[in-house]
């Protein structure tokens, strides 16, 4: 067998502006990718979240305008400390927070 060595091959060669609209688009696309993955969420209110709401605004409407937990009845005392059992920080503090945060209604 007898090779044609005197033709040429052709080269598919990849012209630059190809290449710098590829990256810039691989760029742009991480980009959004990152932004729509790590952005924060809109608060998202369903039937749970506004009963939660609902409950929390009772507690603070009888613990007053302190966010003093002896306030509450012992039925709602217990319920709220066993629904933030485990919370990082101590009940107290929390329904004080919510108290002056959340204006009652």
């Given at each position: 067998?007898?090779?044609?060595t005197s033709?040429?091959?052709?080269k598919?060669?990849?012209?630059?502006?190809?290449?710098?609209?590829a990256?810039?688009a691989l760029?742009?696309?991480i980009g959004?990718?990152?932004?729509k993955?790590?952005?924060?969420?809109?608060?998202?209110?369903?039937e749970l979240?506004?009963?939660?709401?609902?409950?929390?605004q009772?507690?603070a409407?009888e613990?007053?305008?302190?966010?003093?937990?002896?306030?509450?009845?012992?039925?709602?005392?217990a319920?709220?400390?066993?629904?933030?059992?485990?919370?990082?920080?101590?009940?107290?503090?929390?329904l004080?927070?919510?108290?002056?945060s959340?204006?009652?209604h």
């Amino acid at each position: 067998m007898s090779v044609n060595t005197s033709k040429t091959e052709e080269k598919s060669n990849v012209k630059l502006p190809v290449i710098i609209a590829a990256a810039v688009a691989l760029v742009v696309f991480i980009g959004w990718y990152g932004h729509k993955i790590l952005s924060p969420t809109a608060n998202v209110s369903n039937e749970l979240t506004d009963k939660n709401d609902a409950w929390m605004q009772h507690l603070a409407k009888e613990a007053g305008p302190t966010g003093d937990i002896d306030k509450l009845t012992p039925a709602d005392k217990a319920d709220f400390l066993k629904r933030v059992s485990g919370a990082p920080m101590d009940p107290k503090v929390i329904l004080k927070d919510y108290v002056t945060s959340h204006p009652v209604h």
